[in-house]
């Protein structure tokens, strides 16, 4: 892919409208999802993105090496963990608000520091330290409520468990992150994005046989637009990165949340709960510091950033 000039209106802008199409996409699986299990809610995601891709190697002229890997190991590892994350948060996403998925969700960048340290040796400063600890902080405000549920007769333990299912899929994801930043440097974004998305349709498709169901004629529509979504909001993420640094863009991640509130009070009657909203303050103060600091030590991530799929 050809290196474009700086141009950091059109990164934003690109970064803005890609955050939007994702959290479409989490409120169309949200949708669908109450009439499918996660496993078939991924395939559909996954497949009908595959569409959108291959066209988007064709106008790149791509689309006859584009593919091409030289670690298609790497490439399964990645997929069986990211694969993994979008499981779990479609899950969640059929169990808790729109919104407060999207607030667990913000711990993954946390703990991609947590798993630079312990995987990559990446050294951890103090900045970083107290970036983790404060995310941190307001996950576990976030969760608080839920995890109170286990010892409360009175209320449903369901939701704890969907929590608990997010925050391991954020995990996950953080995982994904890690094996993104060894695949780049061998791997191509367009490379990256086309085995991921092959990858996590045939996984998903491998659980047809646990138990898949047949939609509803308004939910298969939905879940055929979530893959859409899915697809689009991937390359306009990708394409973002060629316009501007990462330290740039990354900070407009965090308007899903804002997107999340509205969609999910609109369509789904979701209304926040302080500690929800509190917690969301405080992790999202922790991942811009973070990028903060990355951008301090001239960290150079943005092509790992740009092509990591996102899992809901």
Not at 60 to 67: I, P, R, S
Not at 94 to 119: G, T
Request: charged share 15%.
């Amino acid at each position: 892919m050809s290196v474009a000039a700086p141009n950091a209106s059109r990164a934003i802008a690109l970064k803005v409208a890609s955050v939007f199409l994702f959290v479409v996409m989490a409120s169309l699986i949200k949708f669908g999802s109450r009439d499918v299990p996660p496993g078939e809610a991924v395939f559909f995601r996954s497949l009908f993105a595959l569409p959108v891709i291959f066209g988007w190697l064709a106008l790149k002229g791509e689309l006859a090496d584009g593919w091409k890997t030289q670690n298609p190991l790497g490439h399964l590892w990645r997929g069986l963990i990211g694969t993994s994350a979008m499981a779990m948060s479609f899950a969640g996403l059929a169990i808790l608000p729109l919104s407060e998925v999207k607030a667990i969700q913000y711990a993954a960048p946390i703990l991609v520091v947590v798993f630079a340290a312990l995987i990559l040796g990446e050294r951890i400063r103090k900045v970083r330290i107290t970036a983790v600890a404060m995310g941190m902080i307001g996950v576990l405000i976030i969760l608080w409520p839920r995890l109170t549920t286990l010892s409360d007769t009175a209320s449903d333990p369901y939701l704890a468990f969907g929590a608990m299912i997010v925050l391991t899929g954020s995990a996950c994801a953080a995982m994904a992150q890690i094996f993104v930043r060894r695949l780049v440097e061998t791997e191509s974004a367009s490379s990256i994005v086309f085995w991921f998305t092959i990858t996590s349709t045939v996984l998903s498709l491998l659980t047809a046989p646990f138990g898949w169901a047949m939609p509803a004629a308004d939910a298969f529509v939905a879940l055929v637009l979530a893959g859409l979504c899915g697809g689009v909001g991937q390359i306009l993420l990708t394409q973002s990165y060629r316009y501007a640094d990462v330290s740039v863009i990354a900070p407009f991640d965090y308007m899903s949340m804002l997107f999340a509130l509205v969609i999910g009070y609109v369509l789904f009657d979701e209304v926040p709960t302080a500690a929800m909203l509190g917690g969301a303050a405080l992790v999202i103060a922790a991942g811009v510091l973070i990028i903060w600091r990355e951008r301090q030590l001239g960290l150079k991530r943005g092509r790992a950033r740009a092509v990591v799929t996102r899992d809901g």
